[in-house]
């Protein structure tokens, strides 16, 4: 019973929306009528500016921290955390279910089941990123990688199932994106500082 306390309150800690409060409460703006009506970070960087997008991907990486420390009173528990608060970070009860993509909350799950996978993924993003300047690029080909590096740590099965899971959501969450990429159509983020 209390297993299932844990779950559902990570699923409302990843339901937070916290690009929506940042940018209502402090710029006035509802992330979700401008730009490509995203609540999370890239769309916060190309409508607010560096800073508030920077505090965006904090806030929704420490839900997906947050809600797999609570959760760590046995790995079952950890990883059901784990896919809730990327669930409740995607799908957010308070935004009629309707929010962002999970690459940030899903950073900060990983980072704590397996930081190494983290910091992998992490590289290939940077570099894809690098190369492409396009965050959803980056993202499409950072996310399988942490599936990859479980497998080839020898991670339990439970964890690779995780990843998979997690690795789905956030390559179906970018489904707009995928279109846009294969159109050649999908936006660069500009060097030019905001």
Do not use: Q
Not at 168 to 191: A, C, D, M, Y
Request: hydrophobic letters at 55%.
């Amino acid at each position: 019973m209390m297993a299932l306390c844990w779950i559902v309150l990570a699923y409302f800690i990843g339901a937070i929306p916290c690009g929506y409060l940042i940018g209502r409460i402090f710029y006035g703006i509802d992330l979700r009528t401008r730009g490509s009506g995203n609540i999370g970070a890239t769309n916060a960087y190309r409508e607010l500016g560096i800073f508030p997008a920077l505090i965006v991907f904090i806030c929704d990486s420490a839900k997906g921290y947050l809600a797999v420390w609570l959760g760590d009173v046995s790995p079952l528990v950890a990883l059901l955390c784990a896919t809730a608060v990327i669930i409740g970070n995607d799908w957010s009860v308070f935004l009629k279910f309707k929010s962002g993509k999970g690459v940030a909350c899903g950073v900060g799950a990983f980072t704590y089941i397996c930081p190494s996978a983290t910091i992998i993924a992490f590289i290939v993003w940077i570099l894809v990123f690098i190369g492409t300047r396009i965050v959803s690029l980056a993202s499409i080909i950072a996310a399988p990688i942490v599936v990859v590096v479980l497998l080839f740590t020898n991670m339990p099965v439970e964890y690779v199932i995780f990843s998979m899971i997690a690795a789905i959501i956030v390559v179906g969450k970018h489904h707009t994106n995928i279109k846009r990429l294969l159109r050649g159509e999908e936006k660069k983020i500009s060097r030019e500082k905001r």
